[in-house]
């Protein structure tokens, strides 16, 4: 999902991607469990978390090795998560998954206002 301001920094574009992919994740459950909604959810979810390993591995990253390091274990836990259970991922599961997103989103925006 392109983020709505193209003014925004590559950071911020990736908060933004991170936020969205936990809010769908959130949606996806509300009512009855769509299994479809589910998976795409869990589809874009995984594919953000795929480019921000990308970007923290990139020559550019100005990330400390402790930040990389913790955000390339994200991606893992994320990964083997989502590919463990599927749509038969469980809700405290499916709650962490969101709440990493909502933190680490909320820490780039804050690393971002901070330089």
């Known amino acids: 999902m392109e983020p709505f301001d193209n ?15 936990g809010i769908h994740l959130d949606q ?13 959810a869990l589809e874009h979810n995984l594919q953000v978390w795929v480019e921000i390993g990308m970007l923290v591995k990139s020559p550019e990253s100005r990330l400390a090795e402790n930040v990389r390091d913790n955000l390339l274990k994200l991606r893992d836990f994320v990964s083997d998560m989502t590919m ?32």
Do not use: C, W, Y
């Open 7 to 21: 003014d925004l920094s590559l950071v911020e574009q990736q908060a933004f991607n991170m936020a969205q992919a």
């Open 28 to 40: 996806s459950r509300i009512g009855e469990r769509d299994p479809q909604r589910l998976a795409a």
């Open 84 to 115: 463990k259970h599927g749509v038969e991922i469980p809700d405290s599961t499916l709650n962490t998954l969101i709440n990493i997103n909502l933190q680490i989103s909320e820490g780039l925006l804050e690393g971002a206002k901070n330089k």
